[in-house]
């Protein structure tokens, strides 16, 4: 496993490869399109390399490529035989295209673009094209931080993971982060957000769209490794973080269903038709 080289408080080094970083919930932009960005804390950085510290990874699936910081950052921690990477913007981002002209890189990388996370079948069809039937390593699902689109995608990729695989969903407690935010910007009139939060509240029609809290998928993965005797063999969740452990069960890629699998036997969750509909509402 390689070690990161922290340069400053922005910047860090891996395997000869600059990078900036920043906490993706400040909003920072990048000093140059071409230089690759990783909107990541310098404490998620060294927890993926705690993570993947001694780990085999071969095949590699990563849901949102943002601007592509972070698909190298993954190319050069691992060097990896394949790594599919997935985004729903069409535009590929300057650093990564520019880092794809690196000699072998094109053989390894796979970057799909306009492809929604929620969309199992172009998911399937991308994968089968990329490994065929081998099993996949890692999954590292940064993309929506939406429940629907979440869970579509963990149910077309998870039954494809070999036993002892990791499934990573980043940042499911973006909403409370949001939420927070929002409120901590309505309450202070001094916070530079304070008016058009207002506004946005007030006005007519401007709601977020609906959305299940992504909270809910961490309890459904801790039901899954409750319930399905070892399809699911350790749940890991952290602030930013929840990782699945893949067991070694076999499940039917065509019908993997969460409701199905996650079975509620004790009532723990609330019912789906009960939950918040508008960030607005905590």
């Not at 804390?41 to 780990?55: H, I, K, M, P, W």
């Not at 053989?107 to 079948?121: L, N, T």
């Not at 067991?247 to 699998?261: E, Q, V």
Request: proline share 6%; charged share 30%.
């Amino acid at each position: 496993m390689r070690s990161l080289r922290f340069l400053d408080h922005t910047h860090f080094e891996l395997d000869g490869q600059h990078f900036e970083f920043a906490d993706p919930f400040e909003n920072v932009a990048p000093s140059s399109a071409e230089a690759p960005f990783v909107l990541k804390t310098r404490r998620q950085l060294d927890n993926y390399v705690e993570l993947l510290a001694g780990c085999s990874v071969h095949n590699v699936v990563e849901l949102g490529i943002d601007r592509g910081g972070s698909t190298i950052f993954l190319d050069k921690l691992l060097r990896p035989q394949r790594l599919v990477a997935v985004d729903l913007r069409a535009v590929p981002p300057p650093a990564l295209e520019r880092y794809l002209e690196t000699p072998g890189r094109k053989d390894v990388i796979r970057a799909h673009y306009g492809v929604d996370q929620s969309d199992k079948a172009r998911l399937a069809a991308i994968l089968d094209e990329a490994f065929g039937d081998e099993p996949i390593d890692l999954v590292i699902d940064d993309a929506s931080h939406v429940y629907g689109p979440t869970v579509a995608s963990f149910e077309a990729i998870f039954p494809r993971l070999r036993p002892g695989a990791l499934y990573i969903v980043e940042d499911w407690d973006a909403l409370h982060m949001f939420a927070d935010g929002i409120s901590e910007a309505i309450s202070d009139p001094a916070n530079p957000a304070h008016e058009a939060f207002k506004r946005r509240v007030a006005a007519t029609g401007l709601q977020p769209k609906p959305a299940l809290e992504l909270g809910r998928f961490a309890m459904e993965a801790t039901l899954l490794a409750a319930g399905t005797r070892d399809l699911v063999r350790e749940v890991r969740v952290r602030h930013n973080w929840i990782v699945l452990e893949r067991g070694a069960a076999s499940i039917d890629r065509a019908t993997a269903n969460i409701d199905a699998l996650a079975v509620d036997r004790f009532r723990v969750l609330r019912p789906r038709e009960e939950t918040i509909e508008s960030v607005f509402e905590l």
